[in-house]
């Protein structure tokens, strides 16, 4: 029951941290209607990715049994959005009130709550066979988010922003990232194997 209770208090907080970003979203002329904000929203693997927390801790609260795997592939994707934020975007820009906080809520509150949510409850059966399909995820979106550019010219990071960088030096920064999710992953199956109850 606990495991549950506290996925609920994760789902809780993902959503506070999404409803607060989608409220301060830039609409200087009013005229954004709700699809449009939500199409902004969904440029940013920041929010697709504390959707799908928001997702996977519903499933935990209504007591479905999800995957080791899926967990800590979550787990990794989540850390990343945390990761990358504070220690490349967050000096490019400086949010207050409202927005300072749906911007903390997505990059820290959200991530640090699924670490510990995971490091207390999830099921740890993890192989180091996983790590490739916790890189389907981030590559999908990476992929999205080019042809997304390329058509709209928005671009929700500068490291890919191929208008400004190439197409070269776009590819070498999601070389870079991939690898970054691969470690990152061999951490997360050397700390499962660390944590998982010996038989």
């Not at 820009?93 to 903390?104: D, F, M, T």
């Amino acid at each position: 029951m606990i495991t549950r209770i506290s996925a609920f208090a994760v789902l809780a907080l993902t959503l506070a941290a999404l409803v607060a970003q989608y409220v301060v979203l830039p609409n200087p002329s009013g005229t954004l209607t709700v699809a449009q904000r939500l199409w902004l929203m969904a440029g940013y693997f920041t929010v697709l990715t504390n959707g799908l927390v928001a997702g996977h801790m519903c499933a935990v609260a209504l007591g479905w049994r999800i995957s080791a795997s899926r967990s800590a592939g979550l787990l990794v994707s989540i850390t990343v959005v945390g990761v990358i934020y504070h220690l490349v975007l967050s000096v490019l820009w400086n949010p207050v009130g409202l927005a300072w906080w749906a911007n903390q809520g997505l990059h820290t509150a959200v991530p640090l709550a699924f670490v510990a949510w995971w490091l207390a409850f999830a099921e740890k059966s993890l192989a180091v066979r996983c790590v490739p399909e916790w890189l389907i995820w981030p590559f999908i979106y990476g992929i999205y988010a080019v042809v997304r550019g390329t058509f709209t010219g928005f671009w929700p990071y500068p490291f890919m922003d191929v208008g400004k960088l190439g197409a070269v030096e776009v590819v070498m920064n999601f070389v870079v990232l991939m690898i970054g999710f691969a470690v990152l992953g061999l951490i997360v199956v050397g700390l499962a194997k660390i944590l998982r109850p010996k038989s």
